[in-house]
């Protein structure tokens, strides 16, 4: 079966991290014989420019006969200013929604050679390795009806609805219940059952899909206490599955606790395993062109990528074992840079991974 892959590589410091990444990609994609094929098109600021919209059709067309989508990253202060149904940022949502990503799925792992980069004392840390399944499509961030209406007294009132199907959750379910299986087979499923009734529906449907997975030990937590949890013993955790909001906020939390943005990469999936991979920070403005961003976490995507879409998890873990070998090597990007380690560009970093594969 031959896999297809369009490679969008957005704004900042977009093309020049998924360059390094396309070049470990071609390498693996040789070394295992994965048959893998793949394409260039536009997202976002450069969209802009060339199209005069973030995602053209062209780009959507081809992500939708693809197998999969990595990208960099979009947007940038050149497009900051333009009307806002076109920013960069409005191409990324579209065409998450148009292929249907409703499962996005976090990383937070802290490679013990960079424990020291965590805020956290790296007792707390070291080797932690957690995954966060966020429901991406649904919740408050699409829920009907919304907007900021005017009262009878003459006061505005801005409202949003938080809303959840069964089916919504249970897909959701399944996904982290499937994932907890490959990894330490425990899910904690994050609410606020005390007071939202769409998250009492949530836990109640969790605890049913739980029973699906007789080997996947399933508890529950308001999402008050995870946050705090998250930083006082984040090792507890295995999988967690929430909403699109609780998501957001706890992915974020943990992705701090590794300490650097640089390293973390996160796959987006439909019903199908179909996906959209790329690393968790923006376009680095302040750093684009000056050859200096850190390429590991879209190199991570890449791994990230082979495992989910294409159910090539030697290649994956190839990618994941050189990512460690390098920093063995103690070579680091500025970003993770700490004294008695190597500092390398972009590039360099790159081709370490590669020579290490
Ligand atoms: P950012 O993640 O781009 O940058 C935050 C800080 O982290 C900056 O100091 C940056 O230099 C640093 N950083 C980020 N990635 C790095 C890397 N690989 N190596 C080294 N340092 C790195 O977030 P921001 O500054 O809030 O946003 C910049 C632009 O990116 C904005 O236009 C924003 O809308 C966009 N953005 C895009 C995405 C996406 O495409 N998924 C996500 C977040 C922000």
Redesign the pocket.
Known sequence: MSKHIVVLA?D??GPE?VGEAVKVLAAVNEKFGLGITWENQLL?GAAIDAHGVPLPDVTLDAARKADAVL?G?????KW?TIERSIR??RG?LKIRSELNLFANLRPAILYPQLASASSLKPEIVAGLDILIVRELTGGIYFGQPRGVRTLENGERQGFNTDVYSESEIRRIAHVAFQLARQRNKKVLSVDKANVLEVTELWKEITTEVGKEYPDVQLSHMYVDNAAMQLVRAPKQFDVIVTGNLFGDILSDEAAMLTGS??MLPSASLDQNKKGMY??C???????AGKG????L?TILSVAMLLRYSFNAEAAAKCIEEAVGKVLDQGLR???IYTEGTKKVGTKEMGEAVVAAL
Do not use: C, K, Q
């Not at 990253?73 to 202060?77: C, M, R």
């Not at 920070?281 to 750093?287: E, F, K, L, R, V």
């Not at 200096?292 to 390429?295: E, I, Y």
């Open positions: 957005g900042g410091i991290i976002g990208l990253a979009v947007g940038g202060p900051d960069p940022e990324l943005i640089g790329e690393p920070h923006g376009s680095a403005p302040d750093i200096v961003a850190n390429p976490a990007t500025p970003d």
